[in-house]
């Protein structure tokens, strides 16, 4: 599975973006797709993820700010960031999974300046 970022950029603190995530696959077929970031020096955190299973869950830090959706038509993955701040700033990545397998998009830069 390919998967292709896009919709970083550089915002101020309350603002929003609209990141996307192109797969080469039926994103529905995918059991799980979630959003990660990362920033220098930390691991890679999970900001939120779709499992066939459970749902949407969110990190608490962005609950109620991040809306994670798919549109099946378009194979994209979608990440609504409302009410940015600046700890949000980090490189976003899209990720899949498949079985034991892994799937990771290029990243995407999200700055947030005070």
């Known amino acids: 599975v390919q998967l292709q970022a896009s919709g970083g950029g550089l915002v101020q603190a309350g603002e929003s973006l609209r990141l996307s995530c192109t797969a080469s696959?039926?994103?529905?077929?995918?059991?799980?797709v979630a959003w990660y970031r990362q920033t220098p020096g930390k691991q890679r955190e999970l900001v939120a993820s779709?499992?066939?299973?459970?749902?949407?869950d969110y990190a608490d830090s962005v609950k109620g700010r991040f809306t994670f959706s798919r549109d099946n038509a378009k194979n994209t993955l979608i990440l609504q960031m409302n009410n940015l701040r600046p700890d949000d700033s980090a490189v976003y990545y899209c990720?899949?999974?498949?079985?034991?397998?892994?799937?990771w998009g290029q990243g995407t830069q999200v700055t947030v300046s005070s």
């Open positions: 779709i499992r066939h299973d459970f749902g949407i």
């Open positions: 696959a039926s994103v529905h077929t995918l059991p799980v």
């Open positions: 990720n899949a999974r498949r079985g034991n397998l892994y799937f």
